[in-house]
């Protein structure tokens, strides 16, 4: 069981600037390209990916919920393969025999709870629920509030997101410090609205939604500037209708996800052209193959395949399930 | 993560049977590779040979983040083991602390390549800071500081390929908080890290990173060295005439954040958090008049240049609010700039709407 085989299959061969105006979404095509990713073990960079392995389940399955076909992956073998990945100390690595990381246990938990399967944590063990918790709550720095991504220490306000998500839907959010974690992430904020990974640091589109991510989890938006924000978010959007993260860097497909579900939470979700950005969505799908890639002309992989979809199910992409930006 | 900027290429389709029975032959390797190192550290085989294996893994493929962590165990055990020996009297301090020093410096040697080969990797970066750590805490100050001074020149190194990196600029601010700690018995670089961004301005004007790190380290600068509001003021005026002289590029959206941080002295509900928090209501006004004037000189050189109608906006809205009010005329004026903004600007013509219609209710 694995989905994130990564690039191989970008089949269409755009000259940038020739590409004819793109067709709609390919759900076909696309929900294909995820069920054959676990096809593909004759090919190096599925080995050599497979440290991204449950995050690649997490990307594909919730593009094929997105897409209306939740059921194109066999549950009892997601379930299993999920449970492989869990360690002794409760949290979940990539794959069997990785180490527990908090980047892997909010994928296991987001996935159990895409497929109804929480309920199985207690079945197979008692406290089974408590004990991916406890992993979570143990890695939250007490002096400072922000949280590990592992024993080793590094931290970054994506595993405070990821933790209060997993904790929220487990429902475990009482085994952490919140009002310290709060704190933390308003010493995250920038005078331009923005939040970066720790104190000091720039504002970065990704990061912000794993700012706003986790205000949103526990009723806090309030501590937000939003005209502030919602404005630097806006400038995102450039000429050719995609999203960059920062200030003059590259556009790409997975800000089609942090900027936009972060201007959602503010509200502001009209304050960008989103026929521009759908159009941009869509030249970068394979329309042959399958799959989404960063921008046009490139390798499509499940990442970007995931994050160019929710980014259409935002903008209210006809035939797709609707997405919770948080 | 993942494939970024990855062009598309051959698909597997394409290969031929040889490329194939390749790609299968060199799987089987790296395959046969990675059970191995995982069986040996399972029996704590801690050996030379353990850790070259996990080198040639890394080689390979840097984000196997377990085989990180297994290279860690390896040291830590290594050095625990250091440490009995030099407390059973089997082992010198002093050779103890060249061992760990030598150590810890053959594996930074061995990063060194593999960031330059993928200075995005999140893993390269932290088992650097790991490693750097570890000689802090093992090491005398008079060893470990002078590896941290290295590291400051490499991550100058890195930025100065790719000035915009995120990994690099927040790794520097990491490496300079070290530095300056009383533990390693420093001081504080504030000041030198000020002209650090003030350079990387100078290489290249849009580079926001270095305009985003020069606004939290003037407001250090001010604290560290109790600034008067005369000193904060001078600096305020310095950096004014700074980012003018940039601005002669209006179409760089960085320039105008830095501006708009600028302006947050001269904005009731910011300035206490800014630079000049203690600015006169009198001396606001005169900047922001002085600053409108400007800004109106370089519109007339770019009309179709959008941010300085927003800028020239900000200025009118900071007036009114240290006026209490907004004047009808200056109401008026706005409006006229935000049908500008929706022809210059349709992408986000929803944002100048909604400005529309709060000006017209009066919650602007």
């Keep these: 069981m694995a989905l994130v085989a990564g690039p191989g299959r970008g089949g269409s061969h755009l000259s940038s600037g020739s590409s004819p105006a793109p067709a709609g979404l390919v759900i076909d095509k696309h929900v294909k390209y ?11 960079d599925y080995w050599l990916t497979e440290h991204l392995r449950l995050n690649g389940v997490y990307w ?10 939740p059921d194109a992956l066999p549950r009892d073998k997601t379930l299993h393969f999920v449970f492989a990945c869990q360690n002794q100390d409760g949290g979940f690595g990539a794959a069997p025999g990785h180490d527990s990381h908090m980047l892997y246990t909010v994928s296991a938990v987001q ?37 590990a991504g592992d024993e080793w220490g590094e931290t970054d306000t994506r595993f405070l997101y990821g933790a209060f998500n997993a904790l929220s839907i487990l429902n475990m959010m009482h085994l952490v410090n919140v009002e310290k974690a709060v704190s933390y992430i308003q010493a995250c904020a920038n005078f331009d609205g923005g939040f970066g990974r720790a104190p000091g640091a720039e504002s970065h589109a990704g990061q912000i939604f794993t700012c706003l991510g986790a205000l949103s ?3 806090r ?3 937000v500037d939003t005209t502030r924000l919602g404005a630097w978010l806006s ?15 590259l556009v790409d497909v997975c800000y089609s996800w942090w900027v936009l579900s972060s201007l959602a939470m503010l509200g502001k979700l009209h304050w960008i052209n989103a026929s521009q950005l759908t159009k941009f969505i ?8 399958g799959g989404i890639s960063d921008m046009p002309g490139d390798m499509v992989d499940v990442f970007h395949t995931v994050f160019g979809v929710a980014g259409l199910s935002l903008l209210g992409y006809p035939g797709l399930v609707e997405v919770d930006p948080v | 993560m993942t494939s970024h900027g990855i062009p598309r290429s051959a698909t597997r389709e394409e290969r031929t049977a040889d490329a194939r029975q390749r790609e299968l032959k ?23 040979e353990l850790l070259q294996k996990t080198a040639e893994l890394l080689r390979r493929n840097p984000e196997y983040y377990t085989i990180w962590n297994h290279r860690r165990r390896i040291y830590v055990h290594e050095f625990q083991d250091l440490e009995k020996q030099v407390s059973a009297g089997e082992l010198e301090e002093d050779s103890r602390v060249s061992q760990v020093l030598d150590i810890i410096q053959l594996d930074l040697q061995f990063l060194f390549p593999l960031l330059l080969k993928f200075p995005k990797c999140y893993w390269i970066w932290n088992h650097r800071l790991w490693l750097l750590q570890q000689a802090t805490a093992l090491l005398p100050v008079s060893k470990a500081r002078p590896l941290w001074e290295e590291e400051l020149g490499l991550v100058g190194k890195m930025l100065s390929r790719d000035s915009r990196n995120f990994h690099g600029w927040g790794y520097r601010r990491i490496v300079v908080q070290s530095l300056e700690s009383p533990t390693l018995h420093g001081q504080s670089m504030s000041r030198q890290e000020l002209d650090y961004t003030k350079q990387m301005i100078g290489i290249n004007l849009s580079n926001f990173s270095a305009w985003h790190n020069r606004s939290k380290l003037i407001l250090k600068v001010l604290d560290e060295e109790n600034a008067s509001d005369e000193e904060r003021k001078k600096m305020l005026d310095a950096e004014l005439e700074l980012i003018h002289q940039a601005l002669f590029d209006p179409y760089d959206q960085s320039l105008w954040f830095y501006h708009q941080n600028l302006m947050c002295s001269f904005d009731l509900d910011l300035a206490e958090r800014s630079m000049a928090p203690n600015l006169s209501n009198e001396q606001r006004l005169t900047y922001i008049a002085s600053e409108r004037r400007y800004i109106e000189e370089v519109l007339e050189d770019a009309q179709d240049c959008k941010w300085p109608y927003q800028a020239l906006i900000e200025c009118t809205l900071l007036e009114a609010k240290l006026r209490q009010g907004l004047q009808d005329d200056d109401k008026k004026q706005i409006l006229q700039w935000l049908k500008e903004l929706k022809t210059l600007d349709p992408l986000r013509e929803g944002r100048w709407v909604d400005m529309e219609q709060s000006l017209i209710k009066g919650t602007a």
């Design chain 1, 34 to 44: 995820i069920q054959g990713l676990d096809s593909r073990k004759d090919e190096l």
């Design chain 1, 60 to 69: 594909g399955l919730t593009a094929l919920h997105l897409l209306g076909h």
């Design chain 1, 111 to 147: 996935i159990l709870a895409t497929i109804n399967a929480l309920p199985e944590l207690e079945n197979r063990r008692e406290g089974g629920k408590e004990r991916i918790a406890q992993y979570i709550a143990s890695l939250q720095d007490p002096n400072t509030g922000t949280f």
């Design chain 1, 217 to 219: 989890i526990v009723r």
């Design chain 1, 221 to 223: 938006l309030d501590l």
């Design chain 1, 235 to 249: 400038e995102r959007q450039l000429s050719n209708g995609g999203l960059n993260g920062r200030p003059e860097k």
């Design chain 1, 282 to 289: 869509l030249t970068c799908q394979d329309p042959e193959h």
């Design chain 2, 26 to 48: 060199e799987i089987s390797e790296y395959q046969r590779l990675v059970e191995e190192v995982n069986q040996k550290v399972q029996a704590e085989e801690f050996t030379p």
